[in-house]
């Protein structure tokens, strides 16, 4: 199961061998979790440890804007800039993640980012997956107890 999610995760970037390396530190860190991890329940447990085996692929951002940024340097081709408003605001989030999901369809591989929901901050926990393999991701996600959505859901 987690050599599953780590492969959906990381979208195709982890050779076999470190796809299974990675779902063994999972495994490992949900089983015997880190001092710190022990009062939380197993669940938020689990979606902790994913995130911080795979933190390569996950990008994290306490404003929107800031978040685009980041999102865009993952592609060699960047993204537009970010879509202000007219008055020089920022859009609302769903607004912006709308637009995000049009961009990235209409690349020649269709990708799409999922928020990663981690309960510890405010900051938005986001990664980009094959949009493919994106209902797959969701439903193992949601047999696990983990929470992930489309980020066009937030």
């Known amino acids: 199961m987690y050599t599953e999610i780590v492969r959906l995760l990381s979208a195709g970037a982890l050779d ?8 063994a530190e999972v495994d490992a860190g949900v089983t ?6 022990r009062d939380y329940d197993p669940e ?6 994913v995130e911080m085996t795979l933190g390569e692929f996950f990008l994290i951002g306490d ?14 081709e960047p993204l537009p800039p970010f879509p202000y408003r007219e008055d020089q605001e920022k859009v609302r989030s769903k607004d912006y993640f709308a637009w995000l999901d049009a961009q990235l369809l209409a690349r020649p591989t269709a990708w799409e980012v999922v928020s990663w929901h981690n309960g510890l901050d405010d ?22 107890g983990l929470r992930v959505e489309r980020a066009t859901a937030i």
Not at 16 to 23: C, H, I, S, T, W
């Open 123 to 144: 900051n938005l926990h986001v990664v980009i997956v094959r949009r493919s393999d994106t209902d797959r991701l969701l439903a193992l996600a949601g047999t696990m």
């Open 32 to 37: 015997d979790p880190e001092d710190w991890l």
């Open 16 to 23: 076999d061998d470190a796809v299974r390396e990675k779902a």
């Open 63 to 76: 404003k929107i804007d800031e978040l685009h940024e980041l999102i865009s340097d993952e592609f060699a």
């Open 44 to 49: 938020e447990i689990r979606q902790l440890v």
